[in-house]
């Protein structure tokens, strides 16, 4: 017979710029019920707290929850469950998400706020690939490029729960303009914005010969990674440069990371992993060019293996541990 606390679920939540995920989570990690909205996030918090609202409703109608844990992209204040800054959703800056959660849904539900990739690397560490490792990294690769640091199996969020932006650790200073202001910033080759820009600049190159100019026409900007992915497996010779240049930049940043913090398993995760053939063998050879021997030989470089459920059970997670990672 089931104990009380066998019983008790909790919810882990995944804020996107265009989509809402959540799930019904039991406290063994088993997925029994998912739901994904609009998030509609153009339109402002405001619109996106009323969505959120209406999908915690549904996810707990006949339920008895335990917790809540919500992933979502941006700085996060994890101890006050503050927003300080989202850059998908708009009119967002210091915002009190957790007092107003609760607000909407009752103070009986303790809420739990963590950046998405922290989410993704405690996923991977609770029922992914990491399980078996007390120190990893997550790579989370999409539109830009976030990271979630495990040491001893808890959560490193740093002074000022900035850790993990991995996406602006410097690759080449000289390098290409990046949003944060900086240059050379490893999210300009290793993501979507760092594939559009390595994109446009061989296409304004017209002694640049490839399938792509003809291929990228009318496309929307969100499936470009995915032309381009085709035209390499095509055998397109500048689309395999870019994948290439792509797994170079990923490669020195994983050395990077090996060398100064000596974790056992660096994962990569997001979107972009889908292309993992064509990058990956890059990202070893430079990594191990350019890492320390010792840590180099004992790092494993690996995939996700929850994909997308990795930050949905990793904010989950959260809300079973009652604490902060």
Same mark, same amino acid.
């Given at each position: 017979?089931?104990?009380?606390? *066998?019983?008790?679920?909790?919810?882990?939540?995944?804020?996107?710029?265009?989509?809402?995920?959540?799930? =019904?989570?039991?406290?063994?990690?088993?997925?029994?019920?998912?739901?994904?909205?609009?998030?509609?996030?153009?339109?402002?918090?405001?619109?996106?707290?009323?969505?959120?609202?209406? =999908?915690?409703?549904?996810?707990?109608?006949?339920?008895?929850?335990?917790? %809540?844990?919500?992933?979502?992209?941006?700085?996060?204040?994890?101890?006050? /469950?503050?927003?300080?800054?989202?850059?998908?959703?708009?009119?967002?800056?210091?915002?009190?998400?957790?007092?107003?959660?609760?607000?909407?849904? /009752?103070?009986?539900?303790?809420?739990?706020?963590?950046?998405?990739? !922290?989410?993704?690397?405690?996923? *991977?560490?609770?029922?992914?690939?990491?399980?078996?490792?007390?120190? %990893?990294?997550?790579?989370?690769?999409?539109?830009? =490029?976030?990271?979630?640091?495990?040491?001893?199996?808890?959560?490193?969020?740093?002074?000022?729960?900035?850790?993990?932006?991995?996406?602006?650790?410097?690759?080449?200073?000289?390098?290409?303009?990046?949003?944060?202001?900086?240059?050379?910033?490893?999210?300009?080759?290793?993501?979507?914005?760092?594939?559009? &820009?390595?994109?446009? *600049?061989? =296409?304004?190159?017209?002694?640049?010969?490839?399938? +792509?100019?003809?291929?990228?026409? !009318?496309?929307?900007?969100?499936?470009?990674?995915?032309?381009?992915?085709?035209?390499?497996?095509?055998?397109?010779?500048?689309?395999?440069?870019?994948?290439?240049?792509?797994?170079?930049?990923?490669?020195?940043?994983?050395?990077?990371?090996? !060398?100064?913090?000596?974790?056992?398993?660096?994962?990569?995760?997001?979107?972009?992993?889908? #292309?993992?053939?064509?990058?990956?063998?890059?990202?070893?050879?430079? #990594?191990?060019?350019?890492?320390?021997?010792?840590?180099?030989?004992?790092?494993?470089?690996? &995939?996700?293996?929850?994909?997308?459920?990795?930050?949905? +059970?990793?904010?989950?997670?959260?809300?079973?541990?009652?604490?902060?990672?």
């Amino acid at each position: 017979m089931a104990t009380n606390d *066998e019983r008790k679920k909790v919810i882990g939540i995944d804020i996107g710029g265009t989509n809402l995920r959540g799930a =019904l989570v039991s406290r063994s990690g088993s997925i029994i019920k998912h739901l994904s909205v609009p998030s509609q996030a153009d339109n402002g918090i405001d619109l996106v707290i009323e969505n959120l609202g209406n =999908l915690i409703d549904e996810i707990r109608r006949g339920q008895t929850i335990d917790g %809540l844990g919500i992933g979502i992209p941006g700085i996060i204040d994890s101890a006050r /469950g503050v927003i300080t800054q989202a850059p998908n959703i708009l009119h967002v800056y210091n915002y009190p998400l957790r007092d107003v959660l609760i607000e909407k849904i /009752g103070r009986n539900t303790a809420v739990f706020i963590e950046n998405d990739a !922290n989410c993704a690397a405690l996923g *991977e560490l609770w029922k992914g690939i990491g399980e078996n490792v007390n120190s %990893l990294v997550l790579l989370a690769i999409g539109t830009g =490029l976030g990271g979630g640091i495990i040491l001893n199996r808890r959560l490193w969020r740093g002074a000022d729960g900035m850790a993990g932006e991995i996406g602006h650790m410097t690759i080449s200073p000289d390098g290409a303009k990046c949003n944060c202001g900086n240059t050379g910033c490893l999210e300009t080759f290793t993501s979507a914005v760092g594939i559009r &820009r390595m994109v446009k *600049e061989g =296409l304004d190159d017209r002694t640049v010969r490839t399938s +792509l100019r003809e291929k990228v026409q !009318n496309v929307p900007k969100e499936r470009l990674p995915e032309i381009v992915r085709e035209a390499a497996v095509e055998g397109d010779k500048f689309a395999l440069w870019i994948w290439e240049e792509f797994g170079r930049a990923l490669g020195m940043a994983i050395a990077n990371l090996v !060398n100064l913090l000596n974790v056992e398993m660096v994962i990569i995760s997001g979107g972009l992993s889908n #292309a993992w053939e064509l990058f990956i063998d890059k990202a070893v050879d430079e #990594a191990k060019k350019r890492g320390l021997r010792a840590p180099m030989e004992r790092v494993q470089i690996k &995939r996700s293996t929850l994909g997308s459920n990795a930050g949905l +059970l990793g904010a989950a997670y959260l809300a079973i541990r009652k604490d902060r990672g």
